[in-house]
């Protein structure tokens, strides 16, 4: 009976060595000259013996390297005393046979990561975290309108940094909804392109002064309430002073209207991050009703599929025109610059262009003056201004292709019902103490978790239909206002038609594609 050093147990073929091991056995490793090292754990064993295990092995067990199956002792040496080896007794194990270890087969267990205390932490104070970072969204959302507006102000040969400030700043407040009264009547078209702009940068406001103040992952409902209310008084206060400061003959603007108006856009947008970075998101929609939370998000889907089929709608139309907009752009004999910023301009307007659209695919259509329609069954439209985003407009009522662009949000609808089923079917339920995945079970023998309930996906399709007609509702009301007096006046489809139609078409197309996905899906395999 031959002792086998325990870092290398015998009866381990050559194709099963470890292959770390195996890479720092090739010759010129640089692991050829370094000191051995102790052996590693094996697996299934938990066994991992220490530094002075591994001198013992050495100093008592010595064999020479042969061409043999196994390794011959050579005078083994008598085993030091326990106390030269920290106290660790030599064990003596036979051929073939793993060492044991009083650690061996334990549960392994998690530690918690070390983290900072709370009081070592250095938090901003709020007021300052929550100006800065309101002046610096301001900031990067002001000066894109600013450069454009410059450019497109070359039209009137009225260049300068002094009037494309002024001018910027116009354009700033128009994006968040602020009329600005001018000599040909009131501006509330708002580009909806800088309004999406402004409350992306107030959402990552909300979630760098909630890092700052030490509040992230608090799931404290409190605190992300206490920024949304500095950034947006921040915010007001700047949309205050800015419309104090262009307030003139030439531009008209209501210090109070945009005040409210920016206040409510800062206090709105930053409370979404907010919520999302103290994590109390996660906890408002734990306690909202099953139905109710897949309902808001398939409404949701539902309405962002259908303003998507709007924008690849506008993109082809622009995209047919292109030859009309190539002449509208070459109109304007400004140069390259004044060129530019029009058709920048005409980009800033193209998410209304895309919200238009969706309402011309649901059937209320649009308007683009008093007394005139733009429907897939109507055309009828005055003089328009020269814009390449208007050479987009379709010639003349649809015929039998109508039919086909009808079917386009009534498809949108189905297809986010069937997502509603499919996220129903893929959530985890607890199946003998372990979660299992509704499409995969995680161990041979598990029980595949329960269909969703016909009560919950219905309930849940049906609830979409008036969460979709609200976005949809918010965003026509949004995309809408005036271009001065006149006939430009009433510009942008109706807002109370489109969230009707809307709410009527989710609600049906929704349950139909849930009911589908509900029926015919694929059987979970054992």
């Known amino acids: 009976m031959m002792p086998t050093p325990p870092d290398r147990p015998a009866g381990r073929s050559a194709g099963s060595e470890d292959p770390i091991e195996a890479a720092e056995a090739r010759p010129g490793s640089p692991a050829d000259d370094a000191a051995p090292r102790p052996p590693s754990v094996e697996a299934g064993t938990g066994y991992n013996p220490s530094d002075e295990d591994f001198d013992i092995v050495r100093d008592t067990v010595a064999f020479s390297v042969r061409p043999s199956a196994l390794p011959t002792p050579v005078s083994p040496a008598p085993a030091p005393p326990a106390a030269a080896a920290g106290g660790q007794a030599t064990v003596r194990v036979k051929v073939g046979e793993r060492p044991q270890h009083p650690t061996a087969n334990r549960e392994t267990v998690k530690l918690p990561s070390q983290r900072r205390s709370a009081e070592s932490r250095r938090r901003a104070p709020l007021p300052?975290?929550?100006?800065?970072?309101?002046?610096?969204?301001?900031?990067?959302?002001?000066?894109?309108?600013?450069?454009?507006?410059?450019?497109?102000?070359?039209?009137?040969?009225?260049?300068?940094?002094?009037?494309?400030?002024?001018?910027?700043?116009?354009?700033?407040?128009?994006?968040?909804?602020?009329?600005?009264?001018?000599?040909?009547?009131?501006?509330?078209?708002?580009?909806?392109l800088l309004t999406l702009l402004a409350g992306w940068r107030l959402n990552r406001a909300g979630l760098h002064v909630t890092r700052a103040i030490g509040a992230r992952r608090s799931g404290s409902q409190r605190a992300a309430l206490l920024?949304?209310?500095?950034?947006?008084?921040?915010?007001?206060?700047?949309?205050?002073?800015?419309?104090?400061?262009?307030?003139?003959?030439?531009?008209?603007?209501?210090?109070?209207?945009?005040?409210?108006?920016?206040?409510?856009?800062?206090?709105?947008?930053?409370?979404?991050?907010?919520?999302?970075?103290?994590?109390?998101?996660?906890?408002?929609?734990?306690?909202?009703?099953?139905?109710?939370?897949?309902?808001?998000?398939?409404?949701?889907?539902?309405?962002?599929?259908?303003?998507?089929?709007?924008?690849?709608?506008?993109?082809?139309?622009?995209?047919?025109?292109?030859?009309?907009?190539?002449?509208?752009?070459?109109a304007y004999r400004t140069g390259v610059a004044g060129q530019a910023g029009i058709t920048l301009v005409s980009l800033a307007y193209g998410a209304n262009a895309a919200v238009w659209a969706a309402a011309y695919l649901l059937g209320p259509g649009f308007a683009l003056g008093t007394d005139s329609a733009v429907r897939l069954t109507e055309l009828t439209v005055g003089p328009l201004p020269t814009l390449p985003l208007l050479a987009g407009l379709p010639n003349g009522p649809m015929g039998a292709s109508g039919a086909l662009l009808l079917a386009v949000p009534v498809l949108a609808a189905m297809l986010a019902g069937w997502l509603l089923t499919r996220r129903l079917?893929?959530?985890?339920?607890?199946?003998?103490?372990?979660?299992?995945?509704?499409?995969?079970?995680?161990?041979?023998?598990?029980?595949?978790?329960?269909?969703p309930a016909w009560p919950l996906v219905l309930t849940s399709a049906v609830l979409a239909g008036p969460v979709a007609g609200i976005v949809l509702g918010t965003l026509s009301w949004l995309s809408s206002g005036p271009l001065g007096n006149g006939r430009m006046a009433q510009i942008g489809p109706v807002p109370w038609q489109v969230a009707l139609v809307a709410t009527a078409v989710v609600a049906v197309c929704a349950c139909i594609g849930a009911a589908a996905g509900r029926a015919f899906r694929a059987p979970v395999h054992k």
């Open 227 to 330: 920024v949304a209310g500095a950034i947006g008084v921040a915010y007001g206060s700047i949309g205050l002073l800015a419309a104090l400061m262009i307030d003139s003959k030439g531009t008209n603007v209501a210090p109070l209207r945009a005040g409210l108006n920016l206040f409510l856009a800062g206090l709105i947008f930053s409370l979404i991050g907010s919520l999302r970075s103290t994590e109390a998101l996660v906890v408002l929609a734990r306690r909202i009703p099953q139905p109710l939370r897949h309902g808001l998000r398939t409404g949701v889907v539902a309405a962002l599929l259908i303003v998507a089929a709007g924008a690849v709608f506008t993109g082809l139309s622009v995209a047919i025109g292109g030859k009309q907009a190539a002449d509208m752009i070459s």
């Open 425 to 451: 079917m893929t959530v985890h339920h607890v199946v003998a103490g372990h979660l299992v995945d509704g499409r995969h079970p995680a161990r041979t023998g598990d029980t595949p978790p329960a269909e």
């Open 128 to 192: 300052v975290a929550a100006a800065f970072a309101t002046i610096w969204a301001a900031l990067l959302s002001y000066v894109p309108v600013a450069a454009v507006i410059g450019l497109a102000r070359t039209l009137e040969g009225q260049g300068g940094l002094g009037g494309a400030a002024h001018a910027g700043l116009a354009g700033w407040l128009l994006g968040h909804g602020v009329p600005i009264g001018t000599s040909i009547g009131p501006l509330g078209l708002a580009p909806l």
